[in-house]
């Protein structure tokens, strides 16, 4: 059977060696009227009828291999270096457990040592820890830090509207039981109408940086004014767009947190992605979930070891302030291999590469009649495009075209009806880049 | 050797990728924005491959060795799913593709659902908590929600048996709710007198619900379940099974037919999504009939299309499509869940049908107990028998205490660190925390007679060692890339980040 190795001989042996006549014998606890149901599933399958079945499957798709990919909102198509994957399929990599023994998992705890650290690295923060499961909810964890760090005194969170709406849907959702007011994000506004709600009550502002519409702004006075009425200042960073912009630990950033997943992550329709947060280092000792150190062994040697472990769930218990325990580690070392890979050179390239093509193709929309692009504010490799008709209308002519599109913005900003968010990456050709200006500029 | 650091690899203008010069005309740079370091290393590609190679040989993984790690299940990550999750039309798919672009993925998504509502007896499941602890939370908000619409707000007390997992009680704060903790009785099992007394009273009416896990996390199966479920649920409490065991009851017995209201399934435990390392994983929620409109979205939702479908290949039969449930306690993460996870799920439920899953099972309990048999005597096995006084069997695992009354110097630990030099990964140590020095061993489905039979002679071996020459198991391992660490200095003198990774380095 599949993949387990008993003979007949053996399962005897075995029973007998235990005392039972058969397997049902060591099921004998559980209720008798319960016991042994069938499973209604499909037949089993051998390996190359799985195969087949898989592949019809991913057939049944349309993807980046395939179309010209356009869409980003928090999910981006970007060149994985081919080491990445090698190195992933290592099986002492990936079919290792949380390294609970030091001993024999420093594979994975310097590697993740070295994640944490190129993390420092790109946002500029003291302490990283070794992931989340996503960006939205290292966001939602960052507020429970706030709430901590104010002893829960203060309880009311600000949002920029200009955060993933995901996002925002999920730290809801982390924080329906608790007493908290989450505010800012229902309208339109700017950062300095988000500085007039701060008060003695307020945790934490959070901004998202280049902001969900792709815009990258300064948050020097933002900071500098949260901080002034006593609150923590947490930035939703795009790891690649680091790669160009201020690290926010550079202009005041207490917590950054955000979606790793550029960072040699493929796409894989939302997961497993990585959610990284890093944080300064007076407030290292409040982060959750795992978080590696170095350290020595007996002999002095340099080793790594999972530390500040008195904070998890395993040793807290009720009193833990996350209950994280699996989180996304294969997914930190693929960010690992990667910047490793693209080092301080590769990765500033990937970044120009990001921009100068996406400044090309809102240059050649804002040109088209009928569509604009605001090009007076900075971005990255993400914009806004106003275009002439429902967006779910040009995304279909697009596609038959062999184009996936933007995202439609009227999903969640119900005052822009007609706009979409379109993503151009390194992966996108010039080519591929004009023919999109094509097929729009038909679609007036 | 240690393996250096990546950073004491870096030369200046060396680079590991060979990427494509601009196509466009480039646009000015906003100056005032941008950094003016980025501190990371410069490494050539072979020096990078030769690096996380060699890393990886200094870990410990079940292609390389048993892994009987309890409470963990460590089988086999069968190969063929990790092609299949490389595959360009799920590995390159965007999470927001319009549904009629990722009618596959959705297809599988939604089979996914069900196939996992079947095993486990449940009305509807979501796919989207990313782990077993996700799952735990959104069962605990689905719970309090529950009680919160039938205007029973102050239901607020979640009971929990002293042998949980660290994540349950975790979890019960997280929520906003109270953790009452349940204690053991003399077999282990839940006691009944003090479940009735949490029961009674004042109590009753703040009772919102129990967590359990089955089999318990000492591998044994509850003998009073149907009482327990039956008494949280007459004082209005909701029931949640902790999945993480599940290993031991496909076709075995089904959750929800016993009465439970919700559970989690870890899908990086029983239906083989590999590990990685510490994650990802998947904790997918199963739901009965009262809780379904409260899942975590989105699920996927299977309309079926006019027309004779079966008679044309071409033309699909159902469409799918994103759903959020009415009352949805809301979304746990962004987009749909760990795809990659439900994926790889999804093709080993394949490989075995309903009757091999029952044969997974068979065989993890046949392992367990086989094992336990070949140690006994050896080790002291806590709650080997009934309350009555009976003979009974394991789950999938079970507990033996790593301690010996005429060896008092050695721990569990010391146990764990001596099987390392035998080659093989410890059990899990000191957990469930009802039993002293506890080592609890999972062996898994996957690993064969033989090689549990060299655990039983490790096992044995250390443990006359213990009595013989206990320093061979207080200095364990020798055999390994490092010794013991100093845990303390780790804690005390934080380094948690290479010095050439910050600003100006
Ligand atoms: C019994 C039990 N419950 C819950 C969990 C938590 O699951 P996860 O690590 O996937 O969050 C675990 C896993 O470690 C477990 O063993």
Same mark, same amino acid.
């Given at each position: 059977?599949?993949?387990?190795?008993?003979?007949?001989?053996e399962?005897?042996?075995?029973?007998?060696?235990?005392?039972?006549?058969?397997?049902?014998?060591?099921?004998?606890?559980?209720?008798?009227?319960?016991?042994?149901?069938?499973?209604?599933?499909?037949?089993?399958?051998s390996?190359?009828?799985?195969?087949?079945?898989?592949?019809?499957?991913?057939?049944?798709?349309d993807?980046?291999?395939?179309f010209?990919?356009?869409r980003?909102? #928090?999910?981006?198509?970007?060149?994985?270096?081919?080491?990445?994957n090698h190195?992933?399929l290592?099986?002492?990599?990936?079919t290792?457990?949380?390294?609970y023994?030091?001993?024999?998992?420093?594979?994975?705890?310097?590697?993740?040592?070295?994640y944490?650290?190129?993390?420092?690295?790109?946002?500029?923060?003291?302490?990283?820890n070794?992931?989340?499961?996503? #960006?939205?909810?290292?966001?939602?964890?960052?507020?429970?830090?706030?709430?901590?760090?104010?002893?829960?005194?203060?309880?009311?969170?600000?949002?920029?509207?200009?955060?993933?709406?995901?996002?925002?849907?999920?730290?809801?959702?982390?924080h329906?039981?608790k007493?908290?007011?989450i505010?800012?994000?229902?309208?339109?506004g700017?950062l300095?109408?988000?500085?007039e709600?701060?008060d003695?009550?307020?945790?934490?502002?959070?901004?998202?940086?280049?902001?969900?519409?792709?815009?990258?702004?300064?948050?020097?006075?933002?900071?500098?004014?949260?901080?002034?009425?006593?609150?923590?200042?947490?930035v939703?960073?795009?790891?690649?767009a680091?790669?160009?912009?201020?690290?926010?630990?550079?202009?005041?950033?207490?917590?950054?947190?955000?979606? #790793?997943?550029?960072?040699?992550?493929?796409?894989?329709?939302?997961?497993?992605?990585?959610g990284?947060?890093?944080?300064?280092?007076?407030?290292?000792?409040k982060?959750a979930?795992?978080i590696?150190?170095?350290?020595?062994?007996?002999?002095?040697?340099?080793?790594?070891?999972?530390?500040l472990?008195?904070?998890?769930?395993?040793?807290?218990?009720?009193?833990?302030?996350?209950?994280?325990c699996?989180?996304?580690?294969?997914?930190a070392?693929?960010?690992a291999v990667?910047?490793?890979?693209m080092g301080?050179n590769?990765?500033?390239?990937?970044?120009e590469?990001?921009?100068?093509?996406?400044?090309?193709?809102?240059a050649?929309?804002?040109?088209?009649d009928?569509?604009s692009?605001?090009?007076?504010?900075?971005?990255?490799?993400?914009?806004?495009?106003?275009?002439p008709?429902p967006?779910?209308?040009?995304n279909?002519?697009?596609?038959?075209?062999?184009?996936?599109g933007?995202?439609?913005?009227a999903?969640?900003?119900?005052?822009?009806?007609?706009?979409?968010?379109?993503?151009?990456?390194?992966?996108n050709?010039?080519?591929?880049?004009?023919?999109?200006?094509?097929?729009?500029?038909?679609?007036? | 050797?240690?393996?250096?650091?990546?950073?004491?690899?870096?030369?200046?203008?060396?680079s590991?990728?060979?990427?494509?010069?601009?196509?466009?005309?480039t646009?000015? &740079?906003?100056n005032?924005?941008?950094?003016?370091d980025?501190?990371?290393?410069?490494?050539?590609?072979?020096?990078?491959?030769?690096? +996380?190679?060699?890393?990886?040989q200094l870990?410990?993984?079940?292609?390389?060795?048993?892994?009987?790690?309890?409470?963990?299940?460590?089988?086999?990550?069968?190969?063929?799913?990790?092609?299949a999750a490389?595959?360009?039309?799920? @590995?390159?798919?965007?999470?927001?593709?319009?549904p009629?672009?990722?009618?596959?993925?959705?297809?599988l998504?939604?089979?996914?659902?069900?196939?996992?509502?079947?095993?486990?007896? +449940?009305?509807?499941v979501?796919?989207?908590?990313?782990?077993?602890?996700?799952?735990e939370?959104?069962?605990?908000l689905?719970?309090r929600?529950?009680h919160?619409?039938?205007g029973e707000?102050?239901?607020?007390?979640?009971?929990v048996?002293?042998?949980?997992?660290?994540?349950?009680?975790?979890?019960?704060?997280?929520?906003?709710?109270?953790?009452?903790?349940?204690?053991?009785n003399?077999a282990?099992?839940?006691d009944?007198? @003090?479940?009735?007394?949490?029961?009674?009273?004042?109590?009753?009416?703040?009772?919102?619900?129990?967590?359990?896990?089955?089999?318990?996390? &000492?591998?044994?199966?509850?003998?009073?379940?149907?009482?327990?479920?039956?008494?949280?649920q007459?004082?209005?409490?909701?029931?949640?099974?902790?999945?993480?065991?599940?290993?031991?009851l496909?076709?075995?017995?089904?959750?929800?037919?016993?009465?439970?209201?919700?559970?989690h399934?870890?899908?990086?435990?029983?239906f083989s999504?590999?590990?990685?390392?510490?994650?990802?994983?998947?904790?997918?929620?199963g739901?009965?009939?009262?809780?379904?409109?409260?899942?975590?979205?989105?699920?996927?939702?299977?309309?079926?299309?006019?027309?004779d479908?079966?008679?044309?290949?071409?033309?699909p039969?159902?469409?799918?499509?994103?759903?959020?449930?009415?009352?949805?306690?809301?979304r746990?993460?962004?987009?749909?869940?760990?795809?990659?996870?439900?994926?790889?799920?999804y093709?080993?439920?394949?490989?075995?049908?309903?009757?091999?899953?029952?044969?997974?099972?068979?065989? @993890?309990? &046949?392992?367990?107990?086989?094992?336990?048999?070949? &140690?006994?005597?050896e080790?002291?096995l806590?709650?080997?028998?009934?309350?009555d006084?009976?003979?009974?069997?394991?789950?999938?695992? +079970?507990?033996?205490?790593?301690a010996?009354?005429d060896?008092?110097?050695?721990?569990?630990?010391?146990?764990?660190?001596?099987?390392?030099?035998?080659?093989?990964?410890?059990?899990?140590?000191? +957990?469930?925390?009802?039993?002293?020095?506890?080592?609890?061993?999972?062996p898994?489905?996957t690993?064969?007679?033989?090689?549990?039979?060299?655990?039983?002679?490790?096992?044995?071996?250390?443990?006359?060692?213990?009595?013989?020459?206990?320093?061979?198991?207080?200095d364990?391992?020798?055999?390994?890339?490092?010794?013991r660490?100093?845990?303390?200095?780790?804690a005390?003198?934080?380094h948690?980040?290479?010095?050439?990774?910050?600003?100006? @380095?």
């Amino acid at each position: 059977m599949s993949y387990i190795p008993h003979t007949a001989a053996e399962t005897q042996d075995m029973l007998a060696k235990i005392g039972v006549a058969s397997f049902d014998e060591l099921f004998d606890a559980v209720p008798a009227g319960q016991r042994f149901p069938t499973l209604d599933l499909p037949p089993a399958m051998s390996e190359m009828e799985i195969a087949a079945e898989m592949l019809a499957i991913s057939e049944a798709n349309d993807h980046a291999g395939d179309f010209a990919m356009f869409r980003g909102a #928090g999910a981006y198509h970007h060149f994985i270096p081919s080491v990445v994957n090698h190195m992933l399929l290592r099986g002492e990599f990936y079919t290792a457990y949380t390294p609970y023994q030091p001993e024999i998992s420093q594979g994975t705890l310097q590697a993740t040592y070295e994640y944490q650290s190129m993390m420092c690295a790109l946002t500029g923060m003291d302490a990283a820890n070794a992931s989340h499961y996503d #960006g939205a909810t290292s966001l939602a964890e960052a507020v429970t830090v706030a709430l901590e760090v104010s002893r829960n005194r203060r309880k009311k969170i600000i949002l920029s509207h200009a955060i993933h709406p995901q996002y925002r849907e999920v730290l809801r959702t982390y924080h329906q039981g608790k007493d908290i007011r989450i505010i800012g994000d229902r309208g339109r506004g700017e950062l300095v109408d988000l500085m007039e709600m701060l008060d003695s009550n307020t945790a934490m502002v959070a901004v998202q940086y280049p902001n969900f519409f792709g815009q990258v702004e300064d948050l020097r006075r933002l900071a500098d004014t949260v901080h002034a009425s006593g609150g923590l200042l947490v930035v939703v960073a795009n790891p690649l767009a680091l790669s160009l912009f201020t690290p926010p630990g550079e202009f005041g950033a207490d917590i950054v947190v955000g979606e #790793g997943q550029p960072l040699g992550i493929p796409l894989t329709f939302g997961g497993p992605y990585l959610g990284y947060f890093a944080i300064k280092q007076r407030l290292v000792r409040k982060i959750a979930g795992r978080i590696i150190g170095e350290t020595v062994d007996v002999e002095g040697k340099r080793a790594y070891v999972m530390t500040l472990r008195p904070r998890e769930q395993d040793i807290k218990r009720e009193r833990a302030t996350s209950n994280i325990c699996t989180n996304q580690g294969l997914m930190a070392l693929a960010a690992a291999v990667y910047l490793s890979l693209m080092g301080k050179n590769g990765l500033r390239q990937v970044g120009e590469l990001n921009y100068h093509k996406a400044h090309y193709a809102a240059a050649q929309i804002d040109r088209l009649d009928g569509y604009s692009v605001d090009m007076t504010k900075p971005f990255f490799n993400e914009f806004v495009v106003a275009c002439p008709r429902p967006i779910a209308e040009i995304n279909a002519a697009l596609l038959d075209a062999g184009v996936i599109g933007g995202y439609d913005l009227a999903q969640h900003y119900y005052h822009l009806p007609n706009h979409m968010l379109l993503c151009v990456t390194e992966c996108n050709t010039r080519a591929e880049i004009d023919r999109l200006v094509d097929i729009l500029e038909g679609l007036r | 050797m240690s393996e250096p650091i990546i950073y004491d690899l870096s030369a200046p203008g060396r680079s590991g990728v060979n990427l494509p010069a601009p196509d466009v005309p480039t646009a000015p &740079l906003p100056n005032e924005l941008l950094r003016d370091d980025l501190p990371l290393p410069e490494v050539g590609e072979l020096q990078v491959v030769r690096h +996380f190679v060699r890393l990886s040989q200094l870990n410990y993984s079940i292609d390389t060795g048993l892994y009987p790690l309890g409470s963990c299940t460590m089988k086999y990550n069968p190969k063929i799913n990790e092609d299949a999750a490389r595959l360009p039309g799920l @590995a390159q798919l965007h999470p927001l593709a319009d549904p009629e672009s990722c009618q596959g993925a959705m297809m599988l998504m939604h089979e996914l659902q069900s196939w996992l509502g079947e095993i486990s007896g +449940f009305e509807a499941v979501s796919l989207t908590p990313a782990a077993g602890a996700q799952g735990e939370f959104a069962g605990i908000l689905m719970i309090r929600q529950y009680h919160i619409d039938r205007g029973e707000p102050e239901r607020d007390i979640i009971l929990v048996p002293d042998s949980a997992h660290g994540t349950n009680p975790a979890t019960v704060t997280m929520a906003g709710l109270r953790m009452q903790q349940l204690p053991a009785n003399a077999a282990g099992e839940v006691d009944l007198d @003090a479940l009735h007394e949490a029961c009674s009273g004042e109590n009753a009416g703040q009772i919102a619900g129990m967590m359990m896990t089955m089999p318990s996390t &000492l591998g044994l199966f509850e003998p009073n379940i149907a009482q327990v479920i039956e008494r949280v649920q007459s004082v209005g409490g909701l029931m949640y099974m902790d999945g993480a065991n599940m290993n031991a009851l496909m076709a075995v017995v089904k959750p929800g037919k016993l009465g439970f209201d919700c559970m989690h399934y870890n899908l990086h435990k029983t239906f083989s999504t590999p590990h990685g390392g510490g994650g990802p994983g998947s904790g997918a929620v199963g739901v009965n009939a009262r809780l379904r409109d409260y899942l975590p979205g989105p699920v996927v939702r299977r309309d079926a299309l006019p027309g004779d479908a079966a008679a044309d290949d071409e033309v699909p039969s159902a469409r799918y499509d994103w759903h959020m449930p009415s009352k949805s306690i809301g979304r746990l993460k962004a987009f749909a869940g760990n795809f990659g996870m439900h994926l790889r799920a999804y093709a080993y439920i394949r490989a075995y049908g309903g009757e091999g899953l029952r044969q997974v099972t068979r065989c @993890a309990v &046949l392992n367990a107990n086989y094992l336990r048999e070949k &140690l006994r005597g050896e080790y002291a096995l806590p709650y080997d028998q009934t309350a009555d006084g009976a003979r009974r069997y394991c789950g999938h695992e +079970f507990v033996v205490r790593g301690a010996f009354d005429d060896a008092p110097g050695v721990h569990a630990l010391d146990i764990s660190k001596r099987l390392i030099d035998y080659g093989f990964h410890p059990p899990t140590n000191y +957990f469930p925390l009802i039993v002293p020095e506890a080592l609890l061993i999972e062996p898994t489905e996957t690993e064969s007679k033989d090689d549990l039979d060299k655990l039983a002679e490790a096992m044995r071996s250390i443990a006359k060692e213990a009595r013989e020459t206990p320093q061979l198991l207080q200095d364990a391992p020798s055999t390994a890339p490092v010794r013991r660490l100093d845990e303390a200095k780790a804690a005390r003198q934080l380094h948690l980040c290479c010095p050439a990774a910050r600003p100006g @380095a």
